[in-house]
């Protein structure tokens, strides 16, 4: 009687833990934004004002040098 509780109340939680973790893999990977180009990026980081202007056309430049 024991060893059958111990079990039931096992699959019970395995089942709960497995359902959790598929559903959330399964929203995690829904809501993954597509890959950004390293010149959105830089964008991005001018609009932050990480970046001056100046920089931020000279890296530019260099992406683009050198994905062509």
């Keep these: ?31 993954t934004s597509p890959q950004r ?3 959105q990026i830089l964008a991005e980081r001018f609009a932050r004002g990480d970046v001056d202007e100046e920089e931020y056309r000279r890296r530019l430049a260099v992406l683009r040098e050198h994905s062509a």
Aim: net charge positive; aromatic share 12%.
């Design 37 to 39: 180009t390293p010149e």
């Design 1 to 31: 009687m024991t060893v059958s509780m111990v079990l039931f109340w096992a699959l019970v939680i395995g089942g709960v833990v497995a359902v959790v973790r598929y559903l959330g893999r399964e929203t995690r990977s829904s809501f």
